[in-house]
Antibody, heavy 118, light 110 residues
Framework: EVQLVESGGGLVKPGESLRLSCAASGFTFRGHTMNWVRQAPGKGLEWVSS????????YYADSLKGRFTISRDNAKNSLYLQMNSLGVEDTSVYYC???????????WGQGTLVTVSS | QSVVTQPPSTSGTPGQRVTISCSGS????????VDWYQQLPGTAPKLLIY???QQPSGVPDRFSGSKSGTSASLAISGLQYEDEADYYC???????????FGGGTKVTVL
């Protein structure tokens, strides 16, 4: 089955770190650019970061201010998001999304909830 | 405040045609392809339209997309109760070097 499964979310305190994972299956993972998108409770979608097929070229939303790092392991069919210095504003469901040939997000995971609270 | 703007809500009765606008600028919609996503309550987003007006397989043909200049639109013809959801446009912004989503439009079927 073609799918993306996120994991690693949870409750953390402000200033702490967390690493999210996204396991891909059913398709050629190394053939796709991958993305993270987040959604705060009751709010809209916000693109977070993108990583090309080879893992060389990265893009980040300006709002992250260098706190997040995207990476991938093509041998393990996995995408990661290292999140540092977390603040309450980072509380969101984080989705992993596969990028299609024209830049669209054609496959999404079910999301993992990150809650930042003291 | 997103760099691409959508109306926060719209509504219609079953069978009606509704349209959702997505307004941007020359750095995003004016030069790059627009996608549309449907998010049903409590679920992950789903690709509805890609490359301005293309439908992925499995998407009902009552959904259609268009683009002109710095604006794009999603139309739902023959509105059904199951279409009640949030809809988002998305596009690459060449100035920001990042993808931007519209704020989302909630469609209510009356």
């Amino acid at each position: 089955e073609v799918q993306l499964v996120e994991s690693g979310g949870g409750l953390v305190k402000p200033g702490e770190s967390l690493r999210l994972s996204c396991a891909a299956s059913g398709f050629t993972f190394r053939g796709h650019t991958m993305n993270w998108v987040r959604q705060a409770p009751g709010k809209g979608l916000e693109w977070v970061s993108s990583l090309d097929k080879s893992g060389v070229y990265t893009y980040y939303a300006d709002s992250l201010k260098g706190r997040f790092t995207i990476s991938r392991d093509n041998a393990k069919n996995s995408l990661y998001l290292q999140m540092n210095s977390l603040g309450v504003e980072d509380t969101s469901v984080y989705y992993c999304a596969r990028e299609g040939p024209t830049g669209d997000f054609d496959l999404w995971g079910q999301g993992t909830l990150v809650t930042v609270s003291s | 405040q997103s760099v691409v703007t959508q109306p926060p809500s719209t509504s219609g009765t079953p069978g009606q045609r509704v349209t959702i606008s997505c307004s941007g600028s020359s750095s995003n919609i004016g030069r790059n392809a627009v996608d549309w996503y449907q998010q049903l309550p409590g679920t992950a987003p789903k690709l509805l339209i890609y490359n301005n007006d293309q439908q992925p397989s499995g998407v009902p043909d009552r959904f259609s997309g268009s683009k002109s200049g710095t604006s794009a639109s999603l139309a739902i013809s023959g509105l059904q109760y199951e279409d009640e959801a949030d809809y988002y446009c998305a596009v690459w912004d060449s100035n920001l070097s990042g993808r931007v989503f519209g704020g989302g439009t909630k469609v209510t079927v009356l």
